[in-house]
């Protein structure tokens, strides 16, 4: 049976299939064991059980940018993210250069539609900047008010002191 037959009924995706393939971990045509294998990993595929425990082994910096970027399908995406979330606040990052930086990088000519994803990735990353900093606001508010409390203690406890 061949990989893309397979991934027609399979949960799982395409893309891992041809990457198993590629660092040789099944063969394409799939032979008996190589199913065998796949049902197996199927029947565990996506269970909690089974995330839970590989995720762990990983820092929580590393979980959050997976999680982050689980959606982009392509290297570029991920690496045209990660370009726009590691931008110091003060400089830009023109998309004309990126779509040039892209293109010597990956190898290939980026067409109208994945301008549009490199669009979609930018906004994406805008808006998750956007949620770090509204955090950081709430977070300061947060300890102002309760430092301002804490002076609030203070002040009753040291008038209550006095004779």
Request: charged content about 35%.
């Amino acid at each position: 049976m061949e990989i893309k037959e397979y991934a027609k009924t399979s949960k799982i995706p395409l893309k891992t299939l041809q990457w198993m393939k590629r660092s040789k971990k099944i063969g394409d045509p799939l032979q008996d064991n190589d199913v065998i294998g796949l049902q197996l990993l199927e029947n565990l595929w996506g269970l909690h059980e089974f995330l839970r425990p590989q995720l762990r082994q990983k820092n929580i910096k590393y979980r959050k940018a997976l999680i982050e970027t689980c959606d982009l399908e392509t290297k570029w995406e991920r690496y045209a993210f990660s370009r726009f979330m590691n931008l110091q606040p003060d400089k830009r990052l023109f998309m004309k250069n990126l779509i040039a930086e892209i293109e010597l990088t990956f190898r290939f000519k980026m067409s109208n539609f994945d301008h549009r994803k490199l669009y979609r990735v930018r906004k994406r990353v805008h808006r998750a900047k956007e949620r770090q900093v509204q955090k950081k606001l709430s977070e300061q508010k947060n300890e102002g008010m309760k430092m301002s409390n804490n002076d609030l203690e203070k002040s009753v406890s040291a008038s209550a002191k006095r004779p």
